[in-house]
């Protein structure tokens, strides 16, 4: 009879462990769902994709009018070839507006790309600033940081800006890292000839890699894109550019990621990452819970009475 007892005083307490186990299990499975569905909700709002249908071009169903009309804080569009940069851009009354609002004007975790609110909306203010959050999947501003390497700063020369109507270039000529809290750089509508040959000399010298075939002097508009750098808690990255009157053609059309947003990378098979961690948490739960019956099935096997016995 002790034995008996023992044995089901063991199956009892094996019971409540694998209980205990599943349900830590179930536990983590649910946050990790939320969690991924959290993110995938943040990366679809930040996707270049859903407002494609508003980008200047003849063949969209919808217009940029139309966006304007929704949000009259809409000023621009901003395309950098060959990244994920494809986004309407904004310009509230104060540069904490669109760090939380999309250009609809609704909340948003992802913000917008937004002029700085001191920039002119036409472009002509020295240098024009636009900032965008630094996001992964190719996302807002967050392909800046691949300007960091040598190479794809090289073959990266080209983008497009409209405003007031009509298509502007920009020839990209600088990139650097800089502090957010370094006011030399981060200036905006600099009168004279004397302050802006001094903010040029500046910024050259800070610049990690210059494009020397892009001239600029006091009397060019300069476009500066600045996004939070990963590496340190107050560093930027910064793409400085020159708008010019001559328009590039995209050398980078086909280019996969473009507009993608969050399906910008995939993994196996074509599968995002965030659905194979689900699919891995999801057989990982399978498997505790096969074995924890198999267990319980030979343990009632062991434990019932053999033929014969009394």
């Known amino acids: 009879m ?6 089901k005083a063991v199956r009892g307490a094996n019971f409540v ?40 071009a003849p063949s969209n169903t919808l217009s940029f009018d139309e966006l304007r009309g929704i949000n009259p804080d809409v000023k621009a569009w901003l ?45 002509s203010s020295f240098p024009s600033i636009v ?27 080209y983008g497009n800006l409209f405003y007031d109507g009509r298509d502007w270039g920009v020839e990209f000529f600088g990139f650097l890292e800089a502090d957010a809290y370094d006011g030399n750089i981060y200036q905006t509508n600099l009168d004279g000839q004397a302050a802006r040959r001094e903010w040029l000399s500046y910024v050259e010298s800070k610049l990690k890699y210059r494009r020397a075939s892009v001239s600029v002097d006091t009397g060019s508009r300069v476009l500066m894109l600045s996004t939070c750098a990963s590496e340190k808690t107050n560093g930027r990255w910064v793409l400085l550019g020159r708008i010019t009157d001559e328009t590039y053609g995209n050398p980078y059309v086909k280019w ?18 965030y659905d194979w961690l689900l699919i ?21 096997g062991q434990d019932s009475p053999s033929e014969g016995s009394e």
């Open 256 to 273: 996969p990621n473009t507009g993608t947003g969050v399906d910008g990378f995939r993994g196996w098979f074509g599968i995002p990452w």
């Open 131 to 157: 900032y965008g959050h630094h996001m992964e999947d190719h996302l807002m501003f967050g392909d800046l940081d691949e300007f960091d390497a040598k190479d794809f700063f090289d073959e990266h020369q």
């Open 79 to 123: 395309q950098v070839y060959g990244t994920g940069i494809d986004y309407p851009v904004v310009q509230g009354r104060d540069n904490n507006t669109y760090l939380s609002r999309n250009a609809k004007g609704e909340e948003a975790l992802s913000g917008s790309v937004f002029l700085d609110a001191k920039s002119k909306s036409d472009f």
């Open 17 to 56: 462990v694998n209980a205990v186990v599943v349900a830590v299990l179930l536990g983590f499975l649910a946050i990790g769902c939320y969690a991924l569905w959290d993110s995938h909700q943040v990366s679809t709002a930040a996707s270049a994709s859903q407002w494609q249908p508003y980008k200047p």
């Open 280 to 300: 891995a948490l999801a057989a990982g739960l399978g498997i505790v819970l096969y074995v924890t019956k198999r267990k319980r099935k030979q343990e009632d």
């Open 2 to 7: 002790c034995g008996e007892a023992g044995r």
